[in-house]
């Protein structure tokens, strides 16, 4: 069975620029959830989604958004990026919710 | 609300010997709680879970931790590590009641050095 995978791996943007990553879970799951993984501020919950819906939310600016399809893909939007977005950011998928999930390698997003 | 304090963030051990990572939380509503382990540029790996029942919880990896509600604690140990057991481990903790509670919240990490 094939895990979670996200795309692109790697990306480098500039300030005001805008960025969307993408996330596909495990077969048959249909939660997805995102986090935001920085050394200054460490793991941070940033929104699930069930069934095309946004089930759950932290404490994030508008600025950030996401959405799921009907397959389950995930993805998430940040627009006017600032420096401090830069972090690695972590998809996760589970069959009914956040209580036994599998996270995917992570998208490391760069902001100059 | 919950918050999760990792109380160690580095701890360095020699290889065979045993180790303990310290979590407390804070949490006004029952908590399910989750130890994670990451491996340089990689994403999470869920090492054991705690939801209900027995307060010793047995995961991958020989890894066990005790959930001690008095003390508001969920520690995590192995009695023997291996350098392959170098990485930086997760506590977290959610509510267990559903709603905008059920949501994770994690520590700051413990990188767990392993040396020959």
Redesign the interface.
């Known amino acids: 069975k094939a895990g979670v995978t996200q795309t692109p791996r790697y990306l480098i943007k500039t300030r005001g620029q805008q960025v969307t990553l993408s996330c596909s879970p495990i077969s048959g799951h249909r939660s997805v959830s995102w986090y935001q993984q920085t050394p200054g501020q460490g793991l941070q919950f940033l929104f699930e989604y069930f069934s095309e819906t946004q089930r759950n939310k932290g404490n994030f600016p508008g600025r950030f958004s996401g959405r799921q399809f009907s397959n389950s893909r995930s993805e998430m939007n940040v627009s006017t990026l600032e420096l401090g977005d830069s972090a690695l950011y972590l998809c996760a998928s589970g069959r009914t919710g956040m209580v036994e999930q599998f996270f995917g390698p992570g998208t490391r997003l760069t902001v100059l | 609300a919950q918050s999760v304090t990792q109380l160690d963030s580095q701890v360095p051990v020699f290889e065979e010997a045993p180790v303990e990572l310290r979590c407390n939380y804070s949490s006004s509503v029952s908590v ?1 709680l989750f130890w ?1 382990v990451q491996y340089p ?6 090492l054991l ?1 705690y ?1 209900s029942g027995s307060t010793l919880v047995k995961g991958i990896n020989g890894f066990e931790a005790e959930f001690n509600k008095s003390q508001t604690s969920f520690h995590l140990r192995k009695p023997s590590v291996h350098i392959s057991d170098t990485a930086e481990y ?1 506590c ?1 903790v ?1 509510g267990a009641g559903g709603g ?1 509670n ?8 413990t990188l767990l050095t392993v040396n020959p």
């Open positions: 399910y994670y540029n990689q994403g999470l790996q869920l879970k939801l997760f977290a959610s905008s059920y949501k994770l919240t994690f520590g700051k990490g």
